[in-house]
């Protein structure tokens, strides 16, 4: 199990050496591979049942740091340091791009970033996991407030009172009630509160730790996300897109299939209102997506939105609805992250932000802009993209649960997709430019920043096509009970 | 006589403290607070010193003609707590001075208009 | 070997106090700081020995001058005070190499040399409280520890250390004027001044009136040399306008001692749980305890100057630990204490980095920091770790003592005091993140930009304490068990 | 506000070796009436004070320099505490006299005389020293001319 | 018998005390505490052969000495201007 | 003793209050010898009148000698006496019976040193013995006591006056 | 040198009389505490002739029984003064020559005067004393120069 | 004998006290500060006196009576010196005594 260890050691390592040396890009590039590698062998070691566990030590009786690797977040680590490198290559080109200040920090903070990322996703108590979740959002701090004017400030300001505020405020709360009731703070299949709570305290308790990571951006706590925009576009791209938020639901994930249990939500229903708001906090994000002119804008309140697909489908408990969580971590990774890229690469090669600018820009930047058709596809659901399994999943899922309303949810929520992302599309291709760029075109990004983002547009499209392998991989440990 | 003694002596007490009190909170002028503070520790030296006191008994010194003796250990404690009284209004009044020689003026209220500006 | 084994309650005192006369005696100014820091080492260790003894033999008593208590004085040391006594003696002999720099300084020889002398006279009286078995050597102990402090305070560079000395000096010694008090009801009642003979001669008389006076005055007393919440006055300007080390040493140390005062007397003597809990003083400390966490936060954070902002913060602090006294179960006691611990490292650690910063900058208004994140990049980043640990980040030592006092709390199925708990933490997060939000987002100003880092012998004393406040956040066996097992001697009262 | 009468410097240089004498019996009477070191302390402090008071304090200072003052108030507490030590020599527990002695009891009473002396020193050189920081204080100020007086 | 010489210091005493607050002058009030020294000098003195232990009249001699000290500093420290 | 103190109260002259705050402790030296408390008496006297006297007067020497007129209500500090008053009488109402012999307070530890301190320290003051050898501890704590306040005034007083004029500057403005 | 020996002796009786124990100890002690007194006496200037004027005692025999006298006289005088309804009282300030030789003499005449109820010496120098007397008569009596005589013969003419 | 020696003391005392009130009395009904000097000094000297007379005969020829010598000695010689220096304080203050007769004509010792 040395091999959990390598991640973190690589990530400090490069942490050392960005300090020093000016080819730290290099570095970075390196580091990200070999943690990928190492990633991808755990990975395999997963597929074939290895469930081993990694005791730190203890402090006390209740708390220990330990780690574990199990599907689902060996899953999530191998999304996160794949898009890792990809976001690294990106980050170099934007980075040259906007000759943005101070990059050392940006990498280390980043390096860090993605050790605490690890971290989560092997953690294998509550306690690891909230020690590393905090770790998290300390290390993305100093990257949201990277420009360090006054309204990078403001924006790093905010988000950190949000996400430390909410964990400190309910999820520590929750952390305690939770030692006090299972004594222990483990991850165990199918629960480990589930024959001592009673419905209302597990109803409480999933509130807290709901509400308590702020990075799930579930709706009343998501200010914080369209306020981080403010941060560079990689930044955005890599952490609002894959890590951060990927964080906070996938530790709900946790939460709800280790602590408290699916078969427990189901039988006791507690997680009945939870359907509900996430079904809101989908359909009011996707309008207020809507309304914003600023692409990044569009493009957090978008990702809110998706954030609250996985939340529902965690809500809704049944074997199914939770495989199509899983599936949607990486779909709407993969799609976001292009969205993200493209936008970036808009704003350095056109330096323009808003979407009524973009008219005629998908002549001048084909390939960008096709990238962007394919992520928006995805995000959307349509068939030929990889988007649509995991929704499909989430919808089967509603079915088991007879919460069969929930399918109208998607679907309308689907067609606001549309109606955020598809006008983007048409205005670059068919609506004419505007004179004044005649004088001064508009050239295609950096080839640094397309090849990304049409790789990840590529990789939408060929998940498509392994459907199969995902479901075979999830079944065996998620398994209809 | 003793019952008299008795009664005014813890009165005394309750009086002095009063007094010291009041006049350490209420006045303003430093010198002041500390003569106040003084009195206030005085008081304490009767509230030790009075239950101490045996009537008919004599001062804590073995001689011959008397046997039955006052408590000794009222007396050690408040003569620590004199000195002690003492060291800690000389050291108050050597702040007071060079108070006197930063500020020009050793009242509360206008030393802490002072430090505002 | 084994004689010197048996006189270490005794050393542990007389060590610093030999120590503080030969300073005053020679007065030349380096040979008064090797002094120092020989003796601080050495107390240290004999509280370490003193620790290992206790845990190998239990109490230990030791009668001073021969006669055997309650004749003589007598010290006896048990789990709680070795502990406390470990902190007082860990903490100043961390801040003493850091001393050098900065006084050498200021101060010409003889003041210097007269500096150290009033620092180990602190030390001297904290000791001595600590130790003793004896109530008046209580009072005369805190006289040598409050009196030495004041002149440390006054020698501040700032004029207004004066005021702040002056106003410590006048509630000080009201403190100890009640605590004298307090005594003095208790021996009418009994006769002795013997702390544990007292303790075993309290029951019979329990709820008479001047027991329950005593309590009062005593509890009154105490709280004010704690600045417990609404007696906190003097400690804002006493920490902000007196020399960095005066501050860290007494913020590390002094408010620790009250505390564990406190602890003697609600459990040791006053039996706990037969008495302390039937008084309505659990109550009143609890209120006083949050209205200190909440209101000195606020006041913490609208604070332009961090030292005095970083005081208020001790008082919040102080709040957190009264609460866990309040609630006296062990594990609350456990929390309580185990804050004692983690307070001490950290505020003692950050009040040095600011003297660093003092020592270079000259001015510790926050507004001078803008942007100094980069020029003294040790310091800060120091300053944001023990930051953390303040908050009660995970992975530092603060998490632990808070993570026990909310334990203790939700025990008592009193979860609302979790979430001020919590909430309260959120305050500090405030605080803390103006500091580091100056420091490190905002330009650096011109005297900021020439500024070099802090020398290296003012910087590896607070590394010293930062690592320890990492170090407890994760090995406990150290601070949280070794208070836990106190905790177990308070509640049950055993002495 | 005094002017230098003959009539107080002819009674004070009759009186200041009395009181000297008097603090001295007090010191070392402690054992058999009321009387110490504290006492006697202060007696001693007061004769200085009262030559100072008179003859001013520069020509105090000779007679007692405050450097060698300076040196003695923690020689005082050195005595104190050294006699404590002495004990662990003795291989008694801190501040028993009992082994000084022939016997405990005269080992006790050479012990308390001691201490006693410790006492007198360091009050007697405290209590003086404060008044040369006072008092002195008070004729730099004048030699400044910018007190009032 | 010597209670009633104690009781006549005492009378005394208080008409000194009454002389020391109310004296319109500085000077009035130092006179009238160097009468009640002299004063207390005696008591102290009736006191020590009322109880029966006359062998206390050190406190009386150190206290005459202390007044004389306390007197002449009163002397010499004082500021004409604000009597 | 008591119209003193209001005396101390009421007077602005700061030279009148010590006139009375010498006279005071001079009666409470007094009280002492009444309760057989015979060197508790000598040292408030040599003490109190003695020293604090000539002490208080040497400041007066160096600061103004009238006190400013009082500014603020005094309805807090009444309060606060008036609390603390009323704890003291609570407590010391029913304390053990003047004079008694038989009460806790003189039979509990001060027999023991009565009969056994002429025996054990050769010191018939019994006061002295116990001050010097029972409790002797107390009585080092004492000394360094006033070492600690002797060296707390030479660090305000003496200093060299170079300390003395920079420390009118105040800090903030001399960045 | 003389005054030295002169001044132990006298100290060293002044410490039998006050201490009412006669130890071996003490003895010593007292011994060594009277040398040392003596010697920071002399130290500060204190011990000469006019700081221990030994000589005088043999004198004083006879002086002091009639200065008691002439106290005892004056403070009756006084007395009836105060107690009178009327206080008869006719304050008078005047200058007095003091004929004694000695810094000595004069001090022991101008305290014999004020000792004296009734008049008091307000001010002393060299030779001149001003005296403020509580009567004229007072005055009067005291302006005969009968005390002045007595003094010098006292003070035995030696004086320096 | 020993009724004699009881009886004198006896009467000592008693006169001692009254001198002390009668002193004390002066130093309320005399007007100006000089004047009260005078009332002082009877206390100090004939009231002192008696006094201490009445106590030294009760207690013989002993170490108390030399102490009792010794205490009075000193008050004789402390007391003058203190009014003395008073009375000068106050002149030199300014204070004028009120005076029926003033044969100074307003020149006084060592003013020229
Ligand atoms: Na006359
Ligand atoms: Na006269």
Redesign the pocket.
């Known amino acids: 199990m040395s091999t959990i260890m390598i991640p973190l050691i690589g990530t400090f390592f490069i942490l050392l050496l960005n300090r020093f040396s000016n080819f730290r890009e290099t570095v970075t590039l390196i580091t990200s591979i070999l943690l990928f590698a190492a990633v991808y062998k755990i990975f395999i070691c997963v597929m074939d049942g290895d469930r081993s566990e990694l005791l730190i030590f203890s402090i006390t009786t209740g708390l220990k740091f330990s780690f574990h690797v199990e599907p689902l977040g060996a899953l999530f680590a191998l999304v996160a340091s794949f898009l890792w490198i990809v976001n690294s290559i990106y980050s170099i080109g934007y980075m040259r791009g906007n000759n943005e200040p101070r990059q050392t920090q940006f990498y280390a903070a980043f390096a860090i970033a993605l050790s605490a990322t690890m971290g989560i996703a092997f953690s294998a108590n509550l306690f690891t996991l909230f020690v590393f979740y905090e770790v998290l959002t300390l290390s993305t701090y100093p990257l949201v407030a990277h420009r360090a004017d006054p309204n990078a400030r403001i924006g790093g300001r905010i988000y950190l009172i949000y996400l430390i505020g909410a964990s400190i405020v309910f999820f520590i709360p929750a952390l305690l009630w939770t030692l006090i009731l299972a004594g222990n703070l483990d991850f165990k299949m199918g629960g480990i509160i589930s024959d001592v709570a009673s419905p209302g305290t597990t109803g409480i308790l999933l509130a807290l730790f709901v509400f308590g990571i702020g990075k799930a951006a579930l709706m009343p706590l998501h200010r914080w996300l369209p306020s981080a925009m403010v941060a560079p576009t990689p930044v955005s791209a890599l952490l609002h897109a894959v890590a951060v938020v990927k964080a906070g639901v996938f530790t709900i994930l946790k939460v709800v299939i280790y602590v408290i249990g699916s078969d427990h939500l189901l039988k006791t229903g507690a997680s009945e209102w939870l359907i509900y708001l996430a079904s809101f906090s989908l359909i009011a994000a996707s309008v207020i997506a809507l309304t914003k002119d600023n692409i990044k804008a569009r493009l957090a309140y978008s990702t809110v939105s998706q954030l609250s697909y996985i939340i529902l489908a965690a809500a809704i408990a049944t074997p199914l609805a939770l495989m199509g969580a899983a599936m949607h971590i990486v779909t709407h990774a993969f799609g976001k992250i292009t969205l993200f890229f493209v936008a970036g690469a808009i704003h350095t090669s056109a330096h323009k932000t808003r979407v009524s600018e973009l008219n005629g820009i998908g002549l001048s930047m084909p390939f960008t802009m096709l990238a962007f058709f394919i992520g928006a596809l995805s995000i959307i659901g349509l068939p030929p993209l990889v988007g649509v399994w995991s929704k499909l999943y989430i919808a089967l899922g509603s079915m088991e649960g007879d919460n069969s309303w929930v399918i109208a949810v998607l679907i309308i929520s689907s067609l606001l997709n549309v109606a955020y992302l598809m006008p983007i599309v048409i205005k670059a291709f068919f609506a004419s430019a505007p004179k004044t760029e005649t004088t001064n075109p508009i050239s295609e990004a950096p080839w640094l920043c397309v090849v990304p983002l049409s790789l990840t547009a590529l990789i939408c499209l060929i998940l498509f096509f392994l459907p199969g392998y995902f479901e075979s991989y999830l079944t065996d440990f998620l398994g209809p009970k | 006589m003793s019952l008299i003694l008795a009664s005014i002596n813890y009165w005394v007490t309750i009086i002095l403290m009063i007094g010291g009190l009041y006049i350490v909170v209420a006045h303003g002028n430093m010198v002041k607070k500390l003569v106040g503070l003084s009195i206030f520790q005085t008081s304490v030296y009767l509230l030790f010193l009075s239950p101490g006191k045996i009537l008919g008994g004599t001062a804590p010194i073995i001689s011959e003609k008397f046997e039955v003796y006052s408590n000794p250990l009222p007396h050690v404690l408040i003569l620590t707590a004199i000195v002690v009284g003492v060291a800690t209004i000389a050291l108050g009044m050597a702040l007071v001075v060079r108070i006197n020689e930063a500020y020009g003026t050793i009242e509360d209220d206008e030393v802490h208009e002072m430090e505002q500006d | 070997m084994e004689f010197l084994q048996e006189q270490l309650p005794a050393l542990q005192v007389v060590l610093p106090l030999v120590a503080a006369s030969l300073c005053a005696l020679f007065r030349f100014g380096y040979l008064s700081w090797l002094i120092t820091l020989s003796s601080s080492i050495l107390s240290f260790l004999v509280a370490v020995f003193l620790l290992l003894r206790v845990l190998e033999q239990g109490i230990i008593s030791y009668e001073i001058g021969g006669w055997s208590p309650p004749f003589g004085i007598e010290y006896r040391v048990d789990l709680i005070n070795a502990f406390v006594l470990l902190i007082v003696s860990g903490v100043s002999a961390v801040i003493v190499p850091y001393t050098q720099k900065s006084i050498s300084a200021r101060f010409d020889s003889t003041e210097q040399s007269w500096f150290y002398c009033m620092y180990l006279l602190v030390l001297t009286g904290l000791l001595g409280v600590t130790i003793t078995g004896d109530a008046f050597n209580i009072f005369v102990f805190l006289e040598i520890s409050s009196l030495a402090s004041y002149a440390m305070i006054a020698m501040g560079r700032d004029r207004r250390g004066l005021t702040a000395a002056y106003q410590y000096l006048i509630m000080g010694t009201i403190g100890a004027t009640f605590i004298v008090i307090g005594i003095g009801l208790l021996w009418a009642m009994t006769g002795t001044l013997n702390l544990y003979d007292l303790a075993g001669r309290l029951p019979e008389i329990k709820n008479t009136r001047p027991v329950l006076a005593a309590l009062a005055f005593l509890t009154v007393g105490v709280s004010l040399k704690l600045a417990l919440f609404p007696l906190h006055l003097w400690l804002p300007n006493a920490y902000a306008y007196g020399p960095s080390v005066a501050s860290a040493f007494l913020a590390g140390t002094a408010t620790k001692v009250a505390i564990y005062l406190l602890l003697r007397f609600f459990f040791t003597i006053f039996g706990g749980a037969t008495f302390f809990t039937e008084t309505p003083l659990p109550e009143i400390l609890k209120i006083l305890a949050l209205l200190a966490m909440f209101a000195a936060s606020i006041v913490a954070i609208f604070q332009s100057n961090i030292k005095r902002m970083l005081a208020y913060s001790s008082v919040a602090q102080i709040g957190f630990i009264v609460l866990g006294i309040s609630y006296a179960t062990e594990t609350s006691l456990t929390g309580a204490m185990t804050h004692m611990f983690n307070h001490a490292i950290m505020k003692a650690g950050l009040f040095l980095l600011l003297g660093a910063i003092m020592f270079r900058l000259g001015s510790v208004k926050i507004e001078a920091l803008s942007g100094i994140g980069r020029k003294m990049p040790l310091t800060m980043a120091g300053f944001v770790i023990l930051g953390l640990s303040l908050i009660g980040a995970p992975g530092t030592a603060g998490f632990i003592s808070k993570w026990y006092l909310g334990l203790g709390a939700l025990e008592q199925g009193e979860w609302w005091i979790l979430v001020l708990i919590v909430s309260a933490s959120l305050l500090t997060m405030i605080y803390i993140g103006r500091v580091v939000e100056v420091a490190y987002f905002r330009e650096p100003t011109d005297e900021v930009v020439q500024l070099k880092e802090a020398p290296s012998e003012m910087l590896w004393p607070a590394y010293l304490l930062i690592a320890a406040a990492i170090y407890f956040g994760f090995d406990t066996s150290f601070s949280a068990d070794l208070a836990r097992q106190a905790a177990v001697l308070l509640v049950n009262a055993v002495y | 506000m005094i002017r230098d009468t003959i009539i107080l410097r002819v009674v004070i240089k009759l009186l200041l070796p009395a009181i000297l004498l008097f603090a001295l019996y007090v010191q070392f009477h402690g054992d058999y009436g009321p009387g110490g070191g504290f006492q006697a302390g202060v007696a001693a402090a007061a004769a200085i004070i009262l030559y100072g008071l008179v003859f001013g304090v520069s020509a105090a200072r000779k007679i007692v320099p405050q450097k060698f003052l300076f040196s003695l108030i923690p020689i005082g507490v050195l005595v104190f505490s050294g006699t404590g030590i002495v004990s662990w020599f003795f291989g008694a527990n801190y501040l028993d006299y009992s082994p000084f002695g022939s016997d405990s009891k005269s080992g006790q009473h050479l012990g308390i005389l001691i201490v006693e002396l410790g006492v007198f020193i360091t009050v007697f050189s405290t209590m003086l020293a404060i008044f040369y920081s006072f008092a002195g204080r008070s004729e730099i100020l004048s030699l400044d001319g910018d007190t009032d007086k | 018998m010597f209670s009633v010489g104690l009781i006549a210091v005492l009378v005394s005493l208080v008409l000194a005390m009454v002389r020391a607050i109310m004296g319109p002058s500085m000077f009035d009030r130092v006179l009238a505490a160097n009468s009640t020294a002299t004063l207390a000098v005696l008591s102290l003195s009736l006191l020590g052969f009322v109880t029966g232990r006359p062998d206390f009249l050190d406190i009386a001699i150190l206290y005459t000495l202390l007044n004389l000290v306390g007197t002449i500093a009163v002397l010499k420290y004082f500021h004409p201007g604000e009597s | 003793m008591v119209a003193a103190v209001i005396g101390v109260i009421r007077s602005r002259n700061l030279f009148v209050v010590v006139m009375l705050g010498g006279i005071y402790s001079f009666l409470m030296a007094t009280v002492m010898v009444a309760l057989d408390a015979v060197d508790v008496a000598m040292t408030e006297a040599a003490v109190g009148a003695g020293m604090s006297t000539v002490l208080l007067l040497a400041v007066l020497g160096l600061v103004k000698t009238r006190e400013a007129p009082l500014r603020h209500s005094p309805f807090i500090p009444l309060l606060v006496c008036f609390l603390t008053g009323a704890a003291l009488i609570y407590g010391t109402l029913s304390l053990p019976p003047f004079g008694r012999q038989d009460t806790p307070t003189n039979q509990h530890v001060a027999p023991y040193y009565i009969k056994n301190s002429v025996k054990e320290t050769g010191s018939p003051n019994i006061v002295t013995a116990v001050l010097a050898s029972y409790r002797g501890y107390d009585t080092l704590g004492e000394t360094t006591v006033i070492f600690t306040g002797g060296i707390g005034v030479l660090i305000l007083l003496s200093t060299s006056r170079r300390r003395r004029l920079k420390q009118s500057s105040d800090e903030d403005s001399s960045t | 040198m003389l005054y030295f020996i002169s001044s132990v002796v006298v100290f060293f009786m002044f410490w039998l009389v006050l201490s009412g124990h006669y130890t071996l100890m003490l003895l010593a002690i007292g011994a060594v505490a009277s040398i040392l007194v003596v010697g920071l006496a002399t130290r500060m200037a204190v011990i000469d002739r006019e700081g221990h004027p030994i000589y005088l005692l043999y004198r004083a025999v006879w002086y002091w029984p009639w200065l008691f006298w ?2 005892v006289k ?1 403070g009756i005088s006084v007395s009836k003064i105060i107690l009178s309804p009327t206080l008869p009282i006719s304050p008078t300030l005047i200058n007095l020559k003091a004929t004694q030789k000695s810094v000595v003499g004069v001090v022991v005449y101008a305290n ?9 010496s307000v001010e002393v120098e060299d030779n001149e004393i001003t005296v403020h007397a509580i009567t004229t008569l ?1 005055a009067m009596d ?1 302006e005969e120069g009968k005390m002045d005589r007595m003094v010098t013969k006292f003070e035995g003419g030696i004086g320096t | 004998m020993a009724i004699f020696i009881d009886i004198l003391s006896w009467a000592s005392i008693i006169i001692g006290g009254v001198f002390c009130i009668i002193g004390m009395i002066g130093l309320m009904r005399l007007p100006d500060l000089f004047t009260r000097l005078h009332g002082s ?1 009877v206390t100090d000297t004939l009231g002192a006196g008696f006094l201490i007379f009445g106590m030294a005969l009760q207690s013989g020829l002993s170490l108390t009576t030399a102490k009792l010598i010794i205490i009075f000695g000193l008050i004789l010689l402390t007391s003058p010196v203190a009014t003395h220096a008073l009375a000068q304080a106050a002149l030199h203050a300014g204070i004028k005594p009120k005076l029926t007769v003033d044969k100074t004509g307003g020149h006084i010792a060592g003013e020229d």
């Open positions: 002439e106290i004056s014999s005067i004020t000792l004296t109820p009734g008049t008091v007072g005291l | 000094s």
